[in-house]
């Protein structure tokens, strides 16, 4: 019994993990400054917007967007 339970907890906590490590960046216009920048956190739409309307899983392709992006021109 406790053999059984140890090794599903383990399972779960093998496929549990990448969901926990995968970060998400966004590409987000200051609605003060009017400057871009990547953050990690979805834009709130009110002090942060949403300048790329996507998400970036690394934050090397969210900085690449934020050159290429009109909106942050």
């Not at 059984?4 to 906590?13: D, F, R, Y």
């Not at 002090?47 to 942050?72: H, I, M, Q």
Request: net charge positive; charged share 25%; proline share 3%.
């Amino acid at each position: 019994m406790i053999r059984k339970v140890a090794i599903t907890s383990a399972l779960i906590a093998i496929f549990s993990i990448p969901a926990f490590a995968a970060t998400e960046y966004w590409v987000a216009k200051d609605a003060a400054t009017k400057k871009c920048e990547v953050v990690t956190k979805k834009p709130d739409g009110t002090k942060l917007t949403d300048a790329g309307n996507k998400t970036y899983t690394s934050k090397a392709n969210a900085e690449k967007a934020l050159k290429e992006l009109a909106a942050c021109k």
